[in-house]
């Protein structure tokens, strides 16, 4: 077991929409120290399956980790962790501390990430994400395989352009981005967020993951959960869902 303190980050929509999957920064003694985790639920590990075809670790969306809430977390490691998703912890217990304004969020944590012992930010186009070993297919949707896997599977970006509210073939929510040489990048929106706006600005900060190992194509599909933008007074809450 272990005590840590997390800063939640993230809540991404998954199973129908039924549950959640939750991210935060996480510290020791320093938050200069951060690192990547996500929550894992105890109850909802194995679902009877065998850990490399049915881990879940979801949470109910009644869930009490909240964007900009820190908590003191008892943790303890997984036996086994299945690469990019090293960030597995599972929750034993919990204590809210307190919570982060909205308006304060891109700041604190562009602080920690910038002074983070991992590698868990990065700038530029989609190509520089998880360690430059994101591919994208024909349909502009980026993945890691077998033969190129990340050595994480959550991180943040500052994109140096606007991304694009978009849609994919499926009526999936996208954000677009174009790049110098005109070609077009869709990622997926997963997060929880009540309203998305037309334009992610450049300089934002996002927050990226990959998905879980699909089965079927062996493949880790790249995300957006959320993000966060440079204080602005009309920045609200009700941005969260």
């Not at 989609?126 to 994480?152: A, E, H, R, T, W």
């Not at 954000?175 to 334009?199: E, H, M, Q, W």
Request: with cysteine; net charge positive; glycine share 6%.
């Amino acid at each position: 077991m272990n005590k840590i303190k997390v800063l939640i980050v993230a809540r991404t929509r998954t199973n129908n929409d039924q549950m959640r999957c939750i991210g935060g920064l996480a510290w020791e003694e320093n938050e200069a120290q951060c690192y990547s985790v996500r929550l894992m639920n105890p109850r909802d590990l194995y679902r009877g399956r065998i850990i490399r075809r049915g881990f879940k670790g979801f949470w109910d969306t009644s869930a009490p980790y909240r964007i900009g809430d820190v908590w003191e977390l008892t943790v303890r490691e997984l036996e086994q962790k299945i690469p990019p998703h090293v960030e597995d912890v599972i929750v034993e217990d919990a204590i809210l501390l307190k919570k982060i304004r909205v308006s304060e969020m891109y700041d604190r944590i562009l602080y920690m990430l910038q002074k983070s012992r991992l590698p868990i930010l990065w700038r530029g186009d989609p190509n520089n994400l998880f360690d430059g070993k994101i591919q994208f297919n024909k349909n502009g949707k980026g993945y890691i395989d077998k033969n190129n896997v990340s050595k994480c599977s959550t991180g943040f970006w500052l994109p140096d352009k606007n991304l694009y509210k978009s849609y994919d073939s499926n009526n999936k929510l996208c954000y677009r981005y174009k790049a110098d040489n005109n070609r077009l990048y869709y990622i997926p929106y997963v997060g929880v967020f009540s309203k998305t706006p037309p334009v992610i600005k450049e300089g934002s900060l996002i927050r990226v993951s990959l998905s879980r190992w699909h089965r079927e194509t062996e493949m880790c599909w790249l995300m957006i959960s959320g993000w966060f933008e440079p204080p602005h007074p009309r920045l609200s809450c009700d941005l969260y869902g």
